[in-house]
């Protein structure tokens, strides 16, 4: 069986300013502004949440990360290089890569050939058999379904698949999309296992998600964001008391 060691390359452990800078940043759609002077920090090794109700420009902001979105004005840095101009395979050969909403598999083709798409770059294709059995080792029932096509899958499977194939990539920055919507609570509690033991490699992890008792218990620190701004950042504890969060989210008084 592939060690945590093994498959993360021996970087565990390994020390770098940051995994990724996003400062400044601005993104519009028509005249909406998605992403309004948006600046965020995600160091090496860390997790960090990121909340906010639907439109604040949460999925915006990975997806810009992972450059799929190209934005009008700022820059996006990987450990100090700038990537805001680059195309979107070179954010992907830096070592990110991107878990969406909704998992977005292709469900005619099977488990195996989805993971296999996680590792087109020759760098992880050389790693392929290895970075699998790691896979099935972070999500066991993922095993026995290999041959099975992805859409006869159920949703919890499905979402192991597609977290499963972002991993084949061996990111440094792992970036998800609301990975519990949708879920059974127990199917949860598996997905946040799964991300504690991918961030124990050394993979950073920039998490989306609107179960925020869940996100700030594994996060180390996290941002608020309202209508394309930071409304507020910190530990998990300076984030869960802030008004806005506490008033709008949990239902509570300031």
């Not at 190209?70 to 395979?89: E, L, Y």
């Not at 698949?161 to 990111?171: S, T």
């Not at 920055?173 to 879920?183: A, T």
Request: aromatic share 4%.
């Amino acid at each position: 069986m592939t060690s945590v060691k093994e498959w993360s390359g021996g970087r565990t452990g390994q020390v770098a300013p940051a995994a990724v800078v996003a400062d400044d940043l601005r993104l519009s759609y028509g005249t909406h502004a998605a992403l309004d002077g948006l600046s965020l920090t995600v160091g090496a090794g860390e997790i960090v949440g990121l909340l906010g109700p639907n439109g604040a420009g949460k999925t915006t902001l990975i997806n810009a990360i992972a450059g799929m979105r190209a934005v009008r004005s700022g820059r996006i840095a990987m450990d100090g290089r700038d990537m805001t101009t680059r195309p979107p395979h070179c954010y992907c050969a830096e070592g990110i890569a991107i878990v969406p909403e909704g998992r977005r598999l292709f469900t005619r083709m099977s488990v195996r050939e989805n993971l296999e798409m996680g590792s087109y770059l020759p760098a992880a294709r050389r790693e392929r058999e290895r970075s699998l059995e790691y896979v099935c080792s972070v999500f066991p029932a993922v095993r026995d379904k290999l041959p099975a096509a992805a859409g006869s899958l159920s949703g919890g499977q499905q979402q192991m698949v597609a977290i499963g194939r972002a991993l084949m990539a061996k990111p440094r920055l792992l970036l998800l999309d609301e990975p519990s919507l949708g879920l059974s609570p127990m199917m949860v509690e598996v997905m946040f296992r799964a991300i504690r033991e991918v961030n124990g490699t050394g993979t950073a992890v920039l998490l989306v998600e609107q179960n925020v008792a869940m996100a700030l218990d594994i996060a180390r620190r996290a941002y608020l964001l309202e209508e394309g701004r930071i409304a507020a950042h910190g530990t998990p504890e300076t984030v869960f008391n802030h008004p806005d969060l506490r008033r709008a989210y949990l239902g509570l008084a300031g």
